[in-house]
């Protein structure tokens, strides 16, 4: 199993292959595409993270030491930012989440997506799968 | 007055136009959410910070004499573009939101008593819905919507029935509709709230880019409105309102400016307009303001109106031919504003990777929950036209928007 960091120097490398936007950006629709499908019972209120323009869903399970994430969006780019969020924290114990830095978002040249802020809720997302790591880290 | 519209010229008057962005020239089609600025009026900001600030209506000075002269100025400028009839009634607020709190916190809570009704049509910004619904709670009166039909038209049928079977004191509509370009027919609102002795708050923040209002033929109770989508600055409002209507409210935030005596026994308070402006207003941007009056004023009559009708029909026809593209809002009368959405896509997509080829629309919900929910959409992709836009831009649009769908699907 890769570590968290290992996972981000792999997606930094794929998308170093892209010659121009519009190829990063197909590759990202695509990875939304495949995104795993939620379950629709973990579609609750409870697990909604509203932006002002789209709604992200996240839960998340303890399997064994690990937190395993479950997530989905309405729109299909922040999908593929999720799909990539899932990619590198998922299946990692909660200290290891809860000190992940998140250098590839910069890195790849996605930042855009997290700065804005309100629109899509994925940065509230990202602080949300920090939140399951400490809480998961309490209960242990 | 120029007697030809000279696209190359008026796009040279606007400098932020001629950029590139993310690699694509700047196609600038979010004018709704605010418009840009002619260079007189960025020239003007800096004249004002450069040669003229000082506090004005204070000072003896003579710099304190140039601001408060240039200040005024573009009150005497609102007072001609509205054809208001006095300087008095125009007051300077922070913008749109602002001019209908006041209305609310001051008129509403002086009129409004248990049981009263305030209509709001289905099309508005919330700017035009929550500050009514906030006093209305606070008076126990009760806010009612208008009905708006599915092409995005106001059901004025059903607007005068509730006239009628409601005792409705305030009616507060916008002119335009932000989302969908829905051009209200406010005469005939404003005469049927009238009739039954109701008051009307006019939102103008989208009307007053594309047509000339005149206050006194409309017979507005009140009018609200931004600099900023005007081809002015930001941080600047406008409230119209009728003398006696005016001079009866309450003053709405206490301070400088808006006193004539203060004593612990009591204070009494300044007249019209300055009861209303409470503390050192936006001496700058009010002044450079006065500058895109001058700006539109100077362009040939008739020439904003054709060229963004132009726009309009021209982006409807182009767009109406993409494979599973609706548009949202087909009212007959309508503003150069196209609200679209695309089976099977979120406009958020499109919103970003528009971006992405230079073009900069507007998607989402444009701050028209009840009129999304109306139409069961989570939101939409708004392209805003301005007369220094054109049918090349429109073309580069269409292109780009093909381009992403592909990349969607
Ligand atoms: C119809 C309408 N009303 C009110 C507003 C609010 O204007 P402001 O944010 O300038 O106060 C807007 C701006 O988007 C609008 O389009």
Redesign the interface.
């Known amino acids: 199993m890769a570590t968290i960091n290992e996972t981000q120097d792999e997606l930094i490398e794929e998308f170093g292959l892209f010659e121009d ?2 190829d990063k ?2 590759y990202l ?1 695509d990875l939304g595409k495949k995104l795993s499908p939620m379950n629709e019972a973990f579609k609750t209120e409870e697990n909604v993270i509203k932006g ?3 709604k992200v869903w996240l839960h998340a399970e303890k399997h064994g030491d690990h937190i395993v994430f479950f997530a989905d969006s ?5 999908k593929g930012m999720i799909s990539m969020l899932i990619r590198v924290l998922s299946n990692h114990t909660p200290a290891e989440i809860m000190q992940a830095d998140l250098y590839f978002i910069d890195q790849i040249g996605m930042a855009q ?1 997290l700065a804005q802020t309100r ?2 809720g994925l940065v509230a997302m990202v602080k949300q799968m920090k939140n399951y790591a400490v809480a998961f880290n309490a209960m242990a | 007055m120029a007697d030809k519209f000279d696209i190359e010229q008026v796009r040279k008057d606007f400098p932020i136009l001629d950029q590139q962005v993310n690699g694509a020239p700047l196609v600038y089609f979010d004018n709704a959410a605010t418009t840009q600025k002619p260079q007189m009026v960025i020239d003007a900001l800096n004249h004002y910070y450069t040669r003229d600030n000082a506090n004005i209506h204070r000072g003896l000075h003579t710099l304190a004499e140039r601001a408060t002269t240039g200040y005024e100025l573009t009150r005497k400028k609102l007072k001609d573009f509205l054809n208001a009839e006095s300087t008095d009634q125009i007051i300077f607020t922070s913008g749109t939101t602002a001019g209908i709190n006041l209305v609310a916190q001051t008129y509403g809570r002086a009129n409004f008593s248990k049981g009263d009704v305030i209509l709001v049509s289905n099309l508005e910004h919330h700017s035009n819905i929550v500050p009514w619904q906030m006093i209305a709670e606070e008076k126990g009166a009760e806010v009612q919507v208008i009905p708006v039909d599915e092409a995005g038209v106001l059901d004025v049928k059903a607007y005068v029935e509730l006239l009628d079977t409601n005792r409705v004191k305030f009616v507060a509509v916008n002119h335009v509709s932000n989302a969908i370009g829905t051009i209200n027919p406010i005469s005939y609102i404003i005469e049927q709230a009238h009739r039954v002795g109701a008051k009307v708050l006019i939102d103008g923040a989208q009307s007053v880019a594309h047509f000339e209002i005149d206050v006194q033929a409309l017979d507005i109770d009140f009018l609200a409105f931004s600099a900023h989508k005007l081809f002015g600055p930001t941080g600047v409002g406008v409230l119209y309102g009728k003398r006696t209507l005016l001079e009866a409210m309450p003053p709405y935030q206490g301070g400088g400016e808006m006193i004539k005596e203060v004593s612990f026994a009591g204070t009494t308070y300044n007249e019209l307009p300055y009861k209303f402006e409470a503390g050192t207003p936006n001496i700058a941007d009010v002044y450079a303001f006065g500058f895109a009056l001058d700006y539109l004023k100077s362009l040939p009559k008739n020439a904003v109106w054709e060229q963004e009708k132009a726009l309009l029909d021209y982006a409807t026809e182009q767009l109406m031919q993409i494979d599973g593209l609706r548009i949202v809002g087909q009212a007959p009368e309508k503003i150069a504003v196209v609200s679209f959405v695309i089976d099977g896509v979120h406009p958020q997509d499109i919103g970003v990777l528009l971006d992405k080829f230079g073009v900069a629309i507007r998607t989402g919900h444009h701050c028209a929950q009840p009129l999304m929910a109306r139409y069961e959409l989570v939101g939409t992709c708004r392209a805003s036209f301005a007369f220094y836009n054109t049918k090349s831009e429109i073309d580069l649009f269409v292109k780009a928007l093909k381009r992403t769908i592909t990349m969607l699907s």
Request: hydrophobic share 45%; net charge negative.
């Open positions: 936007w519009a950006y197909e629709i002002c323009q789209s309405e729109a299909i780019i922040v997506h629109s899509n």
